[in-house]
């Protein structure tokens, strides 16, 4: 399985900016993607997700101003980011995971830098 990203950059605080991620390989078609966020030091911390029936989960610092999106036939997710802060600032990780039985998978992107400047 693999994981590409695009849409990172520098954005002024209030600025959008647009996240996507575009899974190819053997993905189990019952799966959740998502987007997580890791600053230096810190752990990595879950953005935003949605499953693969459209059920969608966010941090609740995002809440309101991001939306998570997807396209199942291209296996596709988009973060779409408004508002930005500068505590926003992260490399973002893309995220697909699914269950077989009581294991979890868990595939990653190679990150991409979103910073916010003020």
């Known amino acids: 399985v693999q994981l590409v990203e695009s849409g990172g950059g520098l954005v002024q605080a209030g600025g959008s900016l647009r996240l996507s991620c575009a899974a190819s390989?053997?993905?189990?078609?019952?799966?959740?993607m998502g987007w997580y966020r890791q600053a230096p030091g810190k752990q990595r911390e879950l953005v935003a997700a949605i499953t693969s029936g459209g059920n969608t989960n966010y941090a609740d610092s995002v809440k309101g101003r991001f939306t998570i999106s997807r396209d199942n036939p291209k296996n596709t997710v988009y973060l779409q980011m408004n508002s930005l802060k500068p505590e926003d600032t992260d490399v973002y990780y893309c995220n697909v995971n699914w269950f077989v039985f009581r294991s979890r998978y868990d595939y990653w992107g190679q990150g991409t830098q979103v910073t916010v400047s003020s």
């Open positions: 390989g053997s993905i189990l078609s019952n799966n959740a």
